[in-house]
């Protein structure tokens, strides 16, 4: 991973992060350093995930207290938290992340992942991915959008969701990390946790293609999908919302970057 570093330096330190947010600084990266280095560190799979998410909170607590408005600290939302654990991560020179997320995959039980630690390990999992495939993302979006650099939502890894407001008759784009392999209950599990839904069964992730929309199947994995759907030419949009809601979906659906 260290060899991206100077990759993504050269497109500036702040690569994919919202302006207004302010990275981590010099000694809150060493903190963080120092909770990577004693995950790399432990041999229990327990232990690392302790202090992977010893270093999440780091980063959570290190942009709510340096990024302020009239009301004072934010709260950093998923779709900057993402960013900014790419950017920790680069800084960080972590070269045995992918190393790292997978002993934790496979040997922690699946009990634990639920909640608050599957979500940052898969966060993990998605930034690596994001990393390795920078490159070529660079160079495909340059290529097709001349100057343009590549945003998270068009990255493996990461799933852009719309999110309908019955209320408000409106619509809500939300970045997710999402592993190659996560099925759509895995998804669907992990929103419920993030958005803090208690009747999941009354939700459905959906594929909206052209305006109209297809419910997912729970083992149907919703990164093949939309391999495939771009691989054709089209363009496809993931949406998760009540399954007894009627939404008048558009035609054609930009996503937020």
């Not at 500036?12 to 963080?32: K, V, Y």
Request: proline share 5%; with cysteine.
């Amino acid at each position: 991973m260290s060899m991206l570093t100077a990759t993504f330096y050269a497109y500036g330190n702040h690569l994919l992060i919202q302006p207004g947010l302010s990275p981590p600084d010099g000694p809150t990266i060493d903190t963080i350093k120092q909770h990577f280095n004693k995950m790399q560190k432990a041999y229990s799979p327990v232990k690392k995930l302790q202090n992977l998410l010893k270093a999440t909170s780091c980063i959570h607590s290190s942009v709510s207290d340096s990024t302020h408005t009239r009301n004072g600290p934010v709260s950093v939302g998923a779709d900057d938290f993402l960013p900014m654990l790419i950017y920790v991560l680069v800084h960080c020179g972590l070269v045995a992340a992918e190393i790292e997320a997978d002993y934790i995959w496979d040997l922690v039980h699946q009990s634990l992942l639920n909640g608050e630690a599957g979500y940052y390990l898969t966060s993990l999992s998605s930034a690596v991915l994001v990393i390795k495939n920078f490159r070529e993302m660079q160079e495909t979006s340059v290529s097709q959008h001349e100057g343009r650099l590549p945003s998270i939502s068009d990255m493996q890894g990461f799933l852009k969701l719309a999110i309908p407001d019955e209320l408000r008759d409106s619509i809500t784009w939300k970045t997710l990390p999402v592993r190659p392999n996560m099925t759509t209950k895995d998804v669907c599990s992990m929103i419920a946790h993030k958005f803090k839904i208690t009747n999941l069964q009354d939700y459905g992730l959906y594929i909206l293609v052209k305006g109209l929309e297809i419910k997912l199947g729970e083992s149907e994995c919703p990164q093949v999908l939309k391999v495939d759907y771009l691989s054709k030419g089209d363009e496809c949009v993931f949406a998760f919302k009540r399954i007894a809601a009627n939404i008048a979906w558009p035609m054609s659906m930009k996503t937020k970057s």
